[in-house]
Nanobody, 117 residues
């Protein structure tokens, strides 16, 4: 079992930056692939970025070059550094832990990010 806590959202102006964090507890964090997803009303949750236990990363085309995912296994925490934010980045952001072998997955509670002037 993995519990995820993902605070760190808020209101930011276009062009600004924000860092999200997601702290995990309850299992071996380093075994899990960690991801950030986002969802807007009426749309499906979409993958923003992911990082494997080995540190390999993947990004959606819409955020590549602007967002950076990283993890600190000593702190059981994954981060999403978001730069050059755009109004279309406005969404609820969720972190997810996915075990690559068992298929078990867990979601954080989500945090609102609003990009607006």
């Amino acid at each position: 079992q993995v519990q995820l806590v993902d605070p760190g959202g808020g209101l930011v102006q276009p062009g600004g930056s924000l860092r999200l964090s997601c702290a995990a507890s309850g299992s071996i964090f380093s075994d899990y692939t960690m991801g950030w997803y986002r969802q807007t009303p009426g749309k499906q949750r979409e993958l923003v970025a992911a990082i494997t236990s080995g540190g390999n990363t993947d990004y959606s085309a819409s955020v590549k070059g602007r967002f950076t995912i990283s993890r600190d296994n000593a702190k059981n925490t994954v981060y999403l550094q978001m730069n050059s934010l755009k109004p279309e980045d406005t969404a609820v952001y969720y972190c997810r832990a996915n075990h690559p072998f068992t298929g078990a997955f867990y979601w954080g509670q989500g945090t609102q990010v609003t990009v607006s002037s």
